[in-house]
T-cell receptor, first 115, second 113 residues
Framework: EAQVTQNPRYLITVTGKKLTVTCSQN?????MSWYRQDPGLGLRQIYY???????DKGDVPEGYKVSRKEKRNFPLILESPSPNQTSLYFC????FGGGIGQPQHFGDGTRLSIL | DQQVKQNSPSLSVQEGRISILNCDYT??????FLWYKKYPAEGPTFLIS?????DKNEDGRFTVFLNKSAKHLSLHIVPSQPGDSAVYFC????????????FGDGTTLTVKP
């Protein structure tokens, strides 16, 4: 089954404790992206990757890191999480970059609470 | 500056009637517009798209209209069904900025039986 898998689905942690949210897709998609969803703010793009070893900032990259060493994986790293990063996070992938109108396939989300 | 806006946070319609969800944008460089539907505890799923060279795209019960001069698009669902109750996001992207996608805040549609 074609899917984007995020782990963990839920995490409660404390300020400053490094965490990684993993994202994996099995569709051989070149493009992957991370978003956060906050009440009243819709989905905001954090980082995206057009292909292996190619990453770029979205609209809200501060406090986040990403890497794309393999095509299928695109982990989101919070090196020193803070309470303002409490949010619902979505990973997405598409065959090519969103700039050519490709629909994105989303994971089911990771709810992070930073205390 | 919010480049994509969905000004109605919620919409309630009767089953069988038409649902019209609206989206406005400010960036004239956007080339593609997509609508996604999201159920609780799930990720968004793609619904329908339109490129800026068209003014209408239809897929079954779903039709998207684009008015470039007004920088406005709308999603029509006819007839509406209770299973259509979800949050709908519009999203936009530009060829000149490949990789970046801008989403609206979403509209919660409730279809009453």
């Amino acid at each position: 089954e074609a899917q984007v898998t995020q782990n963990p689905r839920y995490l409660i942690t404390v300020t400053g404790k490094k965490l990684t949210v993993t994202c994996s897709q099995n569709m051989n998609h070149e493009y992957m992206s991370w978003y956060r969803q906050d009440p009243g703010l819709g989905l905001r793009q954090i980082y995206y990757s057009m292909n292996v070893e190619v990453t770029d900032k979205g609209d809200v990259p501060e406090g986040y890191k990403v890497s794309r060493k393999e095509k299928r994986n695109f982990p989101l790293i919070l090196e020193s999480p803070s309470p303002n990063q409490t949010s619902l996070y979505f990973c997405a992938s598409s065959l090519f970059g969103g700039g050519i109108g490709q629909p994105q396939h989303f994971g089911d989300g990771t709810r992070l609470s930073i205390l | 500056d919010q480049q994509v806006k969905q000004n109605s946070p919620s919409l309630s319609v009767q089953e069988g009637r038409i649902s019209i969800l609206n989206c406005d944008y400010t960036n004239s460089m956007f080339d593609y517009f997509l609508w996604y539907k999201k159920y609780p505890a799930e990720g968004p799923t793609f619904l329908i798209s339109i490129s800026s060279i068209k003014d209408k795209n239809e897929d079954g019960r779903f039709t998207v209209f684009l008015n470039k001069s007004a920088k406005h698009l709308s999603l029509h669902i006819v007839p509406s069904q209770p299973g259509d109750s979800a949050v709908y996001f519009c999203a936009a992207s530009a060829d000149t900025n490949a990789g970046k996608s801008t989403f609206g805040d979403g509209t919660t549609l409730t279809v009453k039986p």
